[in-house]
């Protein structure tokens, strides 16, 4: 099992400011907060979590927190009071919460609906109920940083790669997905509107995975891989390279922006970048290697995406027990991302101190081993919630 050191920086310090996360239930949310936890910050800090009560809230958050291996004494050591029930769906709850959101010195925003699917509630979620909490976040006085987590992908088709840091994005419709067209929207709205918002944009690229703990957290996005390599087909090329990063160096560099006292920017890439990412040939090994097979190597074959529908005849032999229709919409969304074959350029993170990214080979032993008795399909349903 592979054990990657990357050198956390910027956590020592005798300041002990009060981090608000918000999805700590979530894949990065969790990796944020186990970070922190890990750091000896429990006691600062506080979740926002959809529940029907602070119990409740917290029961759901020591489930998460147990996925991504926080000790039982530190989930144990967590209380009712770190609570705030909220929904971003429905933000009436604000306005009782404001006097303990006044309290807060440091946010980060990691809640959104994280889905390629038409779902009727990403608007509302990641662009109305997200600006609102932003919009009583910048009324305190006591906030000094709003560390926003958006995606790299919201940057749209078309961008010369490594594509860099920009605060420009094409038009909703020029989007691939109405989930990168929301992302965009906000960082537009935050910035735009909220000029007192002490604001820091984090885009992270893709997170496939836990450099020690592998898919235990989730399998968000891995299963794209299994599934190309069971079906010995996907539409890139074995050369093009793929931007993927690690959760826990992903949850590192949230962590170091919401604390590090001075930033160079506000906008930031956390992305593996030209010298962290892995080709797909390069990946296909790696897997080989570690599920003790053989990889795809010649047997590869690039299909155009229009074409995906032809794979299907495969799909009961080689993916297992899964909805044809599903796994083929499945293939289409995220071809659309991969075929972008973009890598995110990383250099303004590296600036800020931060140790290069872990590459995905050095970790994906990990990611096999923690899938070895779970079906493709079981982990596809990860992002298709
Ligand atoms: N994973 C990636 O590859 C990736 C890449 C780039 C950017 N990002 C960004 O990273 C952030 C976190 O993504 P993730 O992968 O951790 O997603 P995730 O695992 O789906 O977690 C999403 C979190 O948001 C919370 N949430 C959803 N709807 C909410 C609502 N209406 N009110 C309050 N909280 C709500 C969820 O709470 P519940 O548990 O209650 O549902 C959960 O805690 C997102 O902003 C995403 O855009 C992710």
Redesign the pocket.
Known sequence: MSVISYNPVFLSGDDQPVILI????????GAVAAQLIAAGRGATLRF?V?AQNPANGLQ?LAENLRGHDVPAKDIEALNDSQIIC????DTSWLTAATPQLMLIDRVIN?????SFSKNP?IWP?NVE?TFRLAEVMSRSTRLTRFVH????MSCGPQRASPVRESWEFPAAQDQLVDYTAS?AEIERRLRQELPQLPLVVAR????VGHTSLGCKP?A??FWVFRMGFALESFTCGMDEHIDVIPADYCAEALVNLALKPELAYDLYHISAGVQGACTYGEIDHAYALASDSQPVGERYQRVDPDNLKDLAVRFKERVGAANPRLVLRALRLYSGFADLNYLFDNSRLLEEGMSAPPRFTDYLDACVDSSKDVSIASQMQCDFK
Do not use: E, N, W, Y
Request: overall charge positive.
């Open positions: 918000t999805g700590a239930t979530g894949f990065l949310g926002l959809r759901r909220g929904d971003l769906l990691c809640a959104a609906v994280a509630t979620v109920g987590v958006g995606t790299a992302k992270p690229s893709i997170v989730s968000s996005i």
